[in-house]
């Protein structure tokens, strides 16, 4: 099977831009409707939808930003009623508030089909066996792939992320021929693999879709050359549906976007001008067929490019490269979102330490790690070494509970860490992740 919809994913591009318009028209009528933001700030620029008239006119559209979203949260975005959302996801950041996507069915519906079309571009059809290692949950990748992967007929294996060895016993004796989960952990599994005495040879796999996270072209000969198989990038956010926005065909020259259901615009971060195909910037989406959670002009913060020509393997969707980074100081750790913001006003509810503090991320052995580096305040600073062992008890539960993951704890000495003339450098980033 060389496509999953292959009337929406190879539609003409003129053909399709009726087809956006015709979709645009009717989303931006829904939001001013339905979403009071939206009506809000359109009538704050004078704007009615009537004003759609091309999808150019889409670039006279304020933007949205997370901000907006966590400024109306939970449910200030949705643009159905709640007795038409039939499932409420989440980013997976776990700063106090996430950012809350609904869907209706209809939502819940065309994600699926994105997801198929993602598994069937990355060589997936029917009688394939998927075990989708993705966490279930809030999170949109595990669910995301499963219905993806049902709605192709596919089998799917529900195993979600964690218990590893389990992942590589199931993976062989099930006879799985596709894995859905991030680049880091099919890398770790590559390692308990190994410890299982498991040859590539003894599995039937062939090809993965792996994503939630940045990760390299080394990585993926990496992941491919263990394993033997084809790696497929695959990109997605809870706030434009999740797992399938973006997908590698066997090209792995982009990924092709579901042009049916979401605009891709870049824009310059800084000044929000839009910028032309080919261009590093930041990635902005408008959604056209969404109703429960019908984001417009949402600017994702991810770096990237858009190449609107025709692929090799006859898609016409736009294509992303593979993202380069963001545009705000979000980290990825492990798949999850942390915001060095978070650990700052963490400590400074602990007291105890100065606000000088540095984040270390490294990747040992293919997982991320995390080290904190902490300053003791003057005033608390002393030799007694149970004192500063419950300090750093107490900030590590802290940010275990704030982050959602485990870190490591350094506590240093006043005045140690390096200070910043201009604007600080909160992070060291070591994972050596080369665009
Ligand atoms: P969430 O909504 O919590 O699932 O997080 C979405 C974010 O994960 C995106 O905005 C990206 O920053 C990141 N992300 C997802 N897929 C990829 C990918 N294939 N490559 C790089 N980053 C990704
Ligand atoms: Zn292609």
Redesign the pocket.
Known sequence: MLYWNPKYECMDREELEVLQLARLKKTVDRVYHNVKPYREKMQKIGMTPGDIKSLDDLKSMPFTTKNDLRDSYPYGYFGAPMSEIIRIHA???TTGKPTVAGYTKKDIDIWADIAARSLVAAGGGKDDIVQVSYGYGL???GLGMHYGGELLGASVVPTSSGNSQKQMMLMRDFGCTMLCCTPSYVLYLSEVMQEMNIKPSDLKLKAGVF?????TEGMRKEIESRFGISAH???????IS?PGVGIDCFAKDGMHVPEDHFITEIINPDTGEVLPDGSLGELVFTCITKEGFPLIRYR???LTSVNREKCVCGRTNARIA??MG?SDDML?IRGV?VFPSQVESALLDIGQTSPHYHLVVDRVDNLDVLEVQVEVSEDFFSDEVRKLESLEAKVRKKLDSILGISCKISLVEPKTLPRAEGKSIRVTDKRNLNF
């Open positions: 980013s997976t950041g999170f949109t990748g994503g939630a996270e940045p990760w990038n695959i990109y997605g956010l809870s706030e999740g994702t913060r991810d593979r993202i963001r990825i979102n």
